[in-house]
């Protein structure tokens, strides 16, 4: 993940800040360095951020780097995303998902 990414890197302790208490629908990445399909989805999951920049913002969350969200949310396979609004859940994603599927999934909660 490179800086210029349009995503947002999110921590145990910046979840909260950024996903709970966020003004826009949240899609959280949940991935790791290793994993190829989380590696595959993410030029997908950047063309996404670019496109709804100001409606909805995507997080990464790296598994290995901080274990206590993935198991508040029970992620037992990466990469699984987790679309939040208003600090709720209102979509999970396991597998790699193609940009059709993210889309559907996302339209249903963004303007």
């Given amino acids: 993940m490179s800086d ?7 921590t ?3 979840f909260e800040s950024e996903v709970r208490n966020a003004s826009e629908p949240v899609l959280v990445d949940f991935w790791a ?3 190829g399909p989380c590696k595959a989805v993410a030029p997908t999951l950047d063309a996404l951020a670019e ?7 995507i997080a990464k969350v790296n ?3 901080n274990p ?3 198991r ?16 709720e859940v209102k979509a999970t994603l ?3 998902q193609s940009k059709s599927q993210l889309v559907s999934a996302i339209s249903a909660h963004v303007a």
């Fill in 4 to 10: 210029e990414s349009p995503t947002v890197k999110v």
């Fill in 12 to 14: 145990d302790d910046t």
């Fill in 33 to 35: 360095e290793w994993c």
């Fill in 51 to 57: 496109e709804y920049r100001g409606r909805l913002k």
């Fill in 63 to 65: 598994v290995d780097d």
């Fill in 68 to 70: 206590q969200t993935p």
């Fill in 72 to 87: 508040e949310f029970g992620i037992r396979a990466i990469p699984t995303m987790i679309l939040f609004d208003k600090g």
């Fill in 94 to 96: 396991v597998g790699a």
